[in-house]
């Protein structure tokens, strides 16, 4: 809706702007030309309303600018200009019928009556009424309609460029709210790793591509020891904090090797292709790090983790009942250790 609001005001700018050169250029022309400076009045007129509407900025301006130019100061145009073309008709009215895009509902049906109205008086004059429009020689003639075409392509490609701008911001805020969808549905807000919806299709696809069938690849269930003492004790803004430095030292020393993310509230979930050895390493220096870590009450912090490796025919249900065995038997032998199977 903000895109759609800022096209059209952009629009009604670069129409006024036009409207404004158009102005300029017809008194320089006619100056050279030597007319009656009375023809040049209304372009005057139109200048000085320009700059005004230009000023404000104002929906309400703007379209009280568009009926006046379209019931009196177009009509005075072909008069004064010596009553275009048919051709030349057909594109300032084809211009003027986008200016009704601009504006809703009863603004919008308005502007549309004075355009078949203006359409109206326009057709009288030229075929009842030609007496009042002025003649010029068909040198003249031949110039105007120059004019006017170089206009109306000037124009066109300002317009162009206009909803090309637009659309180019508009496929960038798209892409933008792309990706912040993405990383909504397969992050976690708090700690920036993936979610359990994340997890469970990258172990699906995983399972579904055999992949384990070639290479040893592991599933890590990883849960904060006494984490509801921690919590209860210091506050759950404390226990985030602690999940958010838990998550990062996950990364540090798993992250580049693996595809982490939380399982629960205080549960991480992380699948792995490290051979066994390395595996032992970068846990222990996990277990390590965890360490280092306190809590409000100067209290180390600890781990416990059961590690499974996936074998042929494995589903999802039993890979995760294999680990979580190994998780709560690590608790029961006393907290702060990792069991393979």
């Given at each position: 809706m903000g895109n759609e609001k800022e096209l059209k005001r952009k629009f009604s700018k670069l129409f006024v702007m036009?409207?404004?050169?158009?102005s300029f250029l017809s008194i320089f022309s006619n100056l050279l030309l030597k007319f009656d400076f009375v023809?040049?009045?209304k372009w005057i007129i139109i200048m000085i309303s320009s700059i005004f509407v230009l000023s404000y900025d104002k929906t309400s301006i703007y379209f009280y600018y568009f009926i006046t130019l379209i019931l009196i100061f177009v009509p005075l145009g072909f008069i004064d200009s010596g009553g275009n073309l048919p051709i030349s008709i057909s594109y300032i009215y084809m211009l003027l019928f986008l200016v009704v895009y601009?504006?809703?509902s009863k603004r919008k049906l308005f502007l549309t009556i004075s355009l078949f109205i203006s359409l109206v008086i326009i057709l009288n004059i030229n075929y009842f009424h030609r007496e009042i429009v002025r003649v010029y020689s068909d040198n003249i003639?031949?110039?105007d309609t120059i004019f006017q075409v170089f206009l109306v392509f000037i124009f066109s490609c300002l317009a162009l460029n206009v909803f090309c701008n637009?659309?180019?911001k508009n496929q960038i805020l798209l892409k933008e709210a792309n990706e912040k969808l993405t990383k909504f549905a397969m992050y976690d807000s708090l700690t920036n790793v993936y979610n359990r919806r994340a997890f469970d299709d990258r172990l699906i696809s995983l399972l579904n591509s055999n992949e384990h069938l070639y290479e040893d690849i592991w599933l890590?269930?990883?849960d904060i020891d006494d984490f509801k003492i921690i919590n209860d004790e210091c506050g759950h803004d404390e226990g985030d904090k602690i999940i958010k430095e838990i998550s990062n030292a996950i990364k540090n020393y798993l992250g580049n090797y693996s595809f982490v993310a939380r399982w629960g509230g205080d549960e991480f979930a992380i699948i792995t292709n490290l051979p066994y050895v390395k595996l032992h390493r970068k846990v222990d220096l996990l277990f390590n790090k965890i360490l280092s870590l306190k809590t409000c009450n100067n209290k180390k912090i600890t781990i416990s983790c059961g590690i499974t490796k996936l074998i042929p025919d494995d589903e999802i249900n039993q890979i995760f009942i294999r680990a979580d065995k190994l998780l709560y038997k690590a608790k029961e032998l006393g907290k702060n250790?990792?069991?393979f199977d």
């Open positions: 036009g409207i404004f050169s158009l023809i040049n009045i601009l504006f809703e003639k031949y110039y637009i659309h180019k890590l269930l990883i250790r990792y069991l």
